[in-house]
């Protein structure tokens, strides 16, 4: 089940708390709605047969081969 009652802490590259609200605001909706589609798609994986481990192991390296790209940051 998603709660989305839990508020997040975001850090910036200089390792400092992002403290603006509507950027906080804008970072938690994206991170529940990322939530929520993952939740799904690892749901139906699994009503479909697929091996948990697996699911997870997938979904972990999508994440990690993540880059940015909307150009140079």
């Not at 938690?28 to 139906?44: G, T």
Request: hydrophobic share 40%; with cysteine.
């Amino acid at each position: 089940m998603i709660k989305k009652s839990q508020e997040l802490i975001w850090i910036d590259e200089k390792e400092k708390v992002i403290s603006c609200d509507e950027t906080n605001k804008v970072l938690n909706e994206n991170y529940y709605e990322i939530l929520s589609v993952l939740q799904n798609a690892f749901d139906d994986a699994i009503i479909l047969g697929c091996n948990e481990k697996d699911v997870r192991l997938k979904f972990a390296k999508l994440v990690s081969n993540m880059r940015f790209s909307l150009g140079k940051k």
